[in-house]
Nanobody, 121 residues
Framework: QVQLVESGGGLVQAGGSLRLSCAAS????????MGWFRQAPGKEREFAAS???????IYADSVKGRFTISRDNAKSTAYLQMNSLNAEDTAVYYC???????????????WGQGTQVTVSS
């Protein structure tokens, strides 16, 4: 089992920045790819970014160039740096641990409880 706890969400003005953290415990963090997904009210959960065990990254087109995913294996923590935020980024953000780098929701085995990000325009 892997336990994931997100933090760093909050209220920010459009154009601002936030950094989300995802602290992992349980099994060896470095063995997992890490992903960030988000879910806006009334919408399905959607992929934002993922980082492989080796540090390869992929992004959704909607966040490319604005968001940066990273990981610190020594701290068992993944991060999502979010810049140039806009109202469309308002959502609950979830981190997830999976077997491989992917944008597919179904390939992630463990999920955090989510952290709310609200961008005011």
């Amino acid at each position: 089992q892997v336990q994931l706890v997100e933090s760093g969400g909050g209220l920010v003005q459009a154009g601002g920045s936030l950094r989300l953290s995802c602290a992992a415990s349980g099994r060896t963090f470095s063995n997992y790819a890490m992903g960030w997904f988000r879910q806006a009210p009334g919408k399905e959960r959607e992929f934002a970014a993922s980082i492989s065990r080796g540090g390869t990254t992929i992004y959704a087109d909607s966040v490319k160039g604005r968001f940066t995913i990273s990981r610190d294996n020594a701290k068992s923590t993944a991060y999502l740096q979010m810049n140039s935020l806009n109202a469309e980024d308002t959502a609950v953000y979830y981190c997830a641990a999976g077997r491989t780098l992917s944008s597919r929701y179904s390939l992630y085995d463990y999920w955090g409880q989510g952290t709310q990000v609200t961008v005011s325009s």
